[in-house]
Every structure is written in C-alpha cells, then in structure tokens.
C-alpha cells in the first residue's frame, strides 16, 4: 500500500494492463504507480484474494492521485 499516480497502461500507445471482465491471476500486472518519479508494478495477489478473479470496474481514472490503501479495481471471484 503506497501513495502514487496510477498508470493503467506501460505507455499510452499501448494497451492497458487490465480490461473489464479480463479474469485475472495472482501476480498478474494491476498498474504501474509513480511514486517519486519512480515506476512501482502492482500485481494482482495477496492474503484473502482468490486465486483467479474476474474485473467488475477500474476505480480510478488514468494518472489520477492515489492515497495508500485507495481501491484499484473491483472484482469478484472468477
């Protein structure tokens, strides 16, 4: 959990790491977060979280702000 610019794609001519309905795996590539103008990869995984689930929304908006502990993405079990 840190503070940082979310980046929902490596770079805008490329697709996003994630799309709506995309069931995702643990260690799946979420977002990259600018922190310090350092570029941090979020993977999908961790304690309490399926093993596979499916994308119901992407939360925020591309390079909006994100405090620590702010939703990526809503899911459900896939």
Same mark, same amino acid.
């Given at each position: !959990?840190?503070?940082? $610019?979310?980046?929902?794609? !490596?770079? !805008?001519?490329?697709? !996003?790491?994630? @799309?709506?309905?995309?069931?995702?795996? $643990?260690?799946? @590539?979420?977002?990259?977060? +600018?922190?310090?103008? @350092?570029?941090?990869?979020?993977?999908?995984?961790?304690?309490?979280?399926? +093993?596979? *689930?499916?994308?119901? *929304?992407?939360?925020?908006?591309?390079?909006?702000?994100? *405090?620590?502990?702010? *939703?990526?993405? @809503?899911?459900?079990?896939?």
């Amino acid at each position: !959990p840190s503070s940082g $610019r979310f980046y929902g794609r !490596p770079s !805008p001519q490329k697709p !996003p790491f994630v @799309t709506v309905g995309e069931v995702l795996e $643990r260690g799946a @590539t979420v977002c990259l977060l +600018e922190v310090m103008k @350092t570029f941090h990869r979020v993977a999908y995984g961790g304690d309490g979280l399926p +093993e596979r *689930a499916k994308v119901v *929304a992407i939360v925020p908006a591309e390079e909006s702000d994100l *405090a620590g502990g702010d *939703a990526i993405l @809503t899911l459900e079990p896939a």
